[in-house]
């Protein structure tokens, strides 16, 4: 069983489409994450939610809107796609907020076009 | 604000070669340090971490010391594979700033048969 689980692996649109990417978790954990990692793989953190509640939210376009239906989901919005979105964007993980070990998912690739 | 300045890559080195990646840190409180690798398609894992001052973290025969005085967490390894060819990346988390995990730039090691 995948731990942090993201669909779809790859996803490939036009410029000014909106598009969905799911995140599941089974480790039960409390703490979830949304990360941007661009071509120099350079990772930034976007969000993190703790029990469903917004923690963080980095200075992210108000394009981008995470929803956490539960503890175990985070899904993240993005309405019309730019050209600068194309990134890798990965889910991840942490059993509570805190310094706590992160569990990643294995990627989302958005290429915009 | 905390941040974490990693070398820059790529790093390329001959097999059994010594490896040392150098990561220094700023940070407003006591930070956790972590090191994450990223092997080619997949999600970030954590390899090492260390939670205090002169902690060492170990795993794989990667090793990397919490050094407060200098603001280090330098990752090393005697004898590098061709296996351990991945993405490297130093990250601290610090209850003084949402507990949030800030990563380094990654660098990028390969090695040679």
């Known amino acids: 069983d995948t731990a942090v689980s993201q669909t779809p692996k790859y996803l490939v649109t036009q410029m000014g489409n909106d598009k969905s990417i799911k995140c599941e978790q089974n480790?039960?954990?409390?703490?979830m994450y949304w990360y941007k990692q661009d071509s120099k793989k350079f990772l930034k953190i976007m969000f993190s939610?703790?029990?469903?509640?917004?923690?963080i939210n980095e200075t992210v376009p108000n394009r981008f809107s995470p929803k956490s239906p539960d503890k175990a989901h985070l899904n993240l919005h993005i309405n019309s796609l730019e050209l600068g979105d194309s990134a890798v964007y990965f889910c991840?993980?942490?059993?509570?907020?805190?310094?706590?070990?992160?569990?990643f998912g294995s990627g989302t690739q958005l290429s915009v076009l | 604000g905390n941040s974490v300045t990693q070398m820059e890559g790529p790093v390329t080195l001959s097999e059994e070669a010594f490896l040392t990646i150098n990561c220094t840190y700023t940070?407003?409180?006591?930070?956790?340090l972590f090191w994450y690798v990223q092997y080619p398609g997949e999600g970030l894992q954590l390899l090492l971490k260390?939670?205090?001052?002169?902690d060492k973290g170990s795993n794989k025969g990667f090793e990397a010391t919490y050094r407060k005085e200098t603001t280090s967490f330098h990752l090393e390894k005697g004898s590098v594979q061709v296996s351990d060819s991945a993405v490297y990346f130093c990250?601290?988390?610090?209850?003084?700033?949402?507990?949030?995990?800030?990563f380094g730039a990654g660098t990028r090691l390969t090695v040679k048969p």
């Open positions: 939610y703790n029990n469903k509640e917004l923690i």
């Open positions: 990250a601290l988390s610090d209850s003084s700033n949402n507990n949030d995990m800030r």
């Open positions: 480790l039960g954990h409390d703490t």
């Open positions: 991840a993980s942490s059993q509570r907020i805190g310094r706590e070990k992160l569990f």
């Open positions: 260390a939670t205090k001052a002169d």
């Open positions: 940070a407003t409180g006591y930070p956790s």
